[in-house]
Each structure stands twice: as C-alpha cells, then as structure tokens.
C-alpha cells in the first residue's frame, strides 16, 4: 500500500512543480524563433558558409516570455552530428535583458549593444553558418537560447564550448531551443 501512494504522490508532485514554474514565468516557457526557418526545418543558402554556396549571413533570431529575474542572455549555436562533434557555429554572451531579437547578419555589424560574440569552431568570432561535410546527411544545427540571472560574463574570445557550458552552470534561468537542418 505505502509503495502505491508514492508511485501516485511523485507524478502529481512533478505536476505541481511544472505549473508552479511555469505560474512563476508568466504562464509560458521562453520561446525562440527564426523569420529563416521553422523549428525542424531547412535553413536557407544565405546562411551557410561560402564553401557550401551560401553568403554566410547571420541568421534572425527573436524571443519572447522572458522569465522574471531575468539579467542577460547568451546564445549558442551548435552543430550535435557524430561528425561535427559539437562543433560551435556562434557563442554570444551578455546579450542584454531588454534586447529580444538579433536581427539577420547581425554578426561582427549590428549587434545588441553589450553583447560580445566569441570565436566559433573555424576559429573566427562571430557567427559561422552551416558547411558539413559532403555526404555525411542532414546536420542539425541547435540554436540555444538562456535566460540568465547574472548581467555580464567574463569570458575570453577563445572560450570553448565547455568553457561556456561552466560559465553559464547554475546560473541558467531558463533556456529555449530551436533546429535547423543543412545537408551537401
């Protein structure tokens, strides 16, 4: 009997958790998106690096419910494929609060006062569009967004991508997700 009501008790726990942080939030998780490209879709040749026919234009980004306590944000783009390996398209660090967007080829242009971008995995700073290898299939590029409860960051241009993932550890509000997908 005892075992039953923890089984019934934990999910029902979870449950109030879940509409607790959410109540918490406004009532909606943050969410951000692209006038490029649908969550799960293709991203455009404009996008990607020249190698890969494209004009490496940074892609537009927009967010909304923002959660409360919210200070800065920072942005990850990343590409998770076996071959890839993690490998880092764009890091942008202390994006301020009120800022909810970056508009298209913002990078090392137009970017939200503040805001500081690191290297990426071809060694440059600023963002590097999509070029995976040839016939290696469809690459998903995970763009990350985190809500976080300090205003700035203090990370060297060359930061790596563990080094932001410890940067930003216990410090992470909230974050909001959204994949585009490129193949040669």
């Known amino acids: 009997m005892k075992v039953m009501k923890k089984n019934i008790l934990l999910p029902l726990v979870g ?34 690096m020249p190698g890969a026919g494209g004009k490496n234009i940074s892609i537009p980004l927009t967010w909304k419910d923002v959660p409360a306590g919210t200070k800065s944000f920072c942005l990850s783009i990343v590409d998770p ?58 690459h998903p590029y995970v763009v990350t967004l985190y809500a976080l409860n300090v205003e700035k960051l203090d990370l060297r241009a060359n930061t790596t991508l563990s080094g932001f993932k410890k940067a930003i550890e216990g410090k992470i509000i909230s974050s909001s997700s959204i994949t585009g997908k490129y193949s040669q």
Do not use: C, R
């Not at 990078?107 to 071809?122: A, D, F, Q």
């Open 81 to 138: 494929h076996p071959v890839a390996q993690n490998w880092v398209h764009w890091l942008v660090i202390n994006i301020p609060a009120q800022v909810n967007s970056i508009e298209e080829g913002a990078s090392k242009k137009k970017m939200p006062k503040g805001s500081v971008e690191l290297k990426n995995s071809w060694g440059d700073i600023g963002y590097g569009g999509p070029q995976p290898p040839k016939g290696t299939g469809d």
């Open 15 to 48: 449950l109030f958790l879940l509409v607790y942080q959410n109540d918490a939030i406004g009532g909606a998780a943050m969410e951000i998106s692209s006038s490029a490209f649908k969550d799960g879709e293709k991203i455009p040749i404009q996008y990607v």
